[in-house]
């Protein structure tokens, strides 16, 4: 159990809606990750954070925006949700001081846009 | 472009029998490589992983072969179980780049009794 917790773990959620999903770590690991896995892909990286404050874009960031007041926890928020955004979102941790190690992964949050 | 492949989408092996599950990367810079399994309606979870120093990586029935010259990486499970079956997902990482990971898309292992 790497201490990962997501929520809401179901939504669903109508177009042009602003909604937030909450990745919390008990175990204050540096580096938070958010990606979005759907039918036949891979994961895929939305954005990451190297440090309180400290955040970056993925491969997939558009319409995407993350913020991370506090170590523990790592907000990814759809300013304004759209259908192409239905997916399954997954937050990950690396508990490597490095910058490079395996990641562990929270259950997923299960998002469907109408 | 995509960097990570994974050209079998599914793979069907019978129990006690050998599972091969195949992984092939485009960017030279990757320097770490790892498999995860994931379960339906859970998250990934980290398997085995090998450094590009290496040419091989064994942890119990998991053993992981890395060919740079190649760009392949290869993950076999002997003996398979039924418990096996999931999706495995190859992922390549650079060092030094914040513990970023490309995945490729997922091989369904289905292992039959």
């Known amino acids: 159990d790497a201490g990962i917790t997501q929520s809401p773990r179901h939504k669903v959620t109508e177009t042009g809606t602003p909604v937030t999903l909450r990745c919390h770590q008990t175990e204050n690991h540096r580096y938070m990750y958010w990606y979005r896995q759907d039918p036949g892909h891979g994961l895929r990286l939305i954005h990451y954070?190297?440090?309180?404050?400290?955040?970056d874009k993925g491969e997939v960031s558009d319409g995407y925006s993350v913020s991370r007041s506090k170590t523990e926890d790592f907000l990814l928020t759809l300013e304004s949700a759209t259908s192409s955004q239905t997916s399954v979102y997954f937050c990950?941790?690396?508990?490597?001081?490095?910058?490079?190690?395996?990641?562990?992964f929270g259950p997923g949050t299960r998002l469907t846009v109408t | 472009d995509q960097q990570v492949k994974q050209n079998s989408p599914s793979l069907s092996v019978q129990e006690g029998r050998i599972s091969i599950l195949n992984c092939d990367y485009t960017n030279s810079m990757f320097d770490y490589f790892l498999w995860y399994k994931k379960y339906p309606a859970e998250g990934p979870t980290f398997l085995i992983s090998?450094?590009?120093?290496?040419d091989k990586n064994e942890d119990g029935r998991f053993t992981v072969f890395l060919n740079k010259s190649a760009k392949h990486l290869s993950l076999h499970i002997v003996p398979s179980q039924p418990g096996d079956s999931a999706v495995y997902f190859c992922a390549a990482s650079i060092n030094t780049n914040a513990g970023k990971s490309t995945f490729g898309d997922g091989t369904t292992l289905t292992v039959k009794p």
């Open positions: 990950a941790i690396s508990r490597s001081s490095g910058s490079i190690g395996e990641q562990y």
């Open positions: 954070s190297y440090g309180v404050k400290d955040t």
């Open positions: 090998i450094s590009s120093i290496k």
